[in-house]
């Protein structure tokens, strides 16, 4: 079985005085565009992990209104995205082997992605992700949640490149909101 995560734990501070995540594009936030991305993955349930901002975002969740979709709060969220995606792996049921990670602020993810990583062949891979003309990208597929929880637990890198399988995709892959000008400058419009 697999699960998603979605690292929502940041304080957005490039992003100015609003939380980048409750910033509405096409009509709904970040955040719901990477559930929804999320939802449309072949995963059981979705964990969003918060910190920062951490009630807004819980509300933001909860008026998606899909039993399959929770929060969590990341007490050491400030120690940034490896703790937070430990926080993730932490909760998962034994069950749940694989796990996609998403980041809440890339809205131009394809509803198919999580399908794509997921039929891409193992190998002995750890792991499966995006990349757009070698630059690594998201969501993360995680193949063996056991393995990288441990790595995490002892203060190392969640994987070795060579145990990565990346997957040629486009532009999207790389496209996460910084900045209030990346909305426009990508191409992803208010």
Avoid: C
């Amino acid at each position: 079985m697999r699960a998603a995560i979605i690292l929502a734990a940041g304080r957005s501070q490039r992003f100015g005085t609003s939380n980048k995540l409750l910033v509405r594009r096409r009509g709904k936030t970040l955040l719901r565009s990477a559930i929804e991305s999320a939802l449309s993955s072949p995963v059981g349930r979705v964990i969003v992990v918060t910190g920062a901002d951490g009630s807004r975002i819980r509300n933001a969740v909860h008026a998606v209104g899909n039993p399959r979709v929770f929060t969590l709060f990341a007490p050491d969220h400030r120690d940034g995205h490896r703790a937070s995606l430990l926080r993730g792996l932490r909760v998962l049921r034994r069950s749940e082997r694989e796990a996609l990670i998403f980041l809440g602020d890339m809205p131009a993810l394809p509803s198919a992605i999580g399908l794509r990583l997921a039929k891409a062949p193992v190998a002995g891979n750890k792991a499966v992700r995006p990349s757009y003309r070698g630059q690594p990208g998201h969501p993360v597929l995680i193949r063996d949640v056991g393995a990288v929880r441990d790595r995490l637990e002892q203060g190392k890198p969640p994987f070795h490149r060579d145990e990565v399988r990346h997957i040629e995709t486009g532009r999207w892959a790389v496209l996460d909101i910084d900045r209030p000008g990346d909305l426009r400058r990508n191409g992803i419009t208010r």
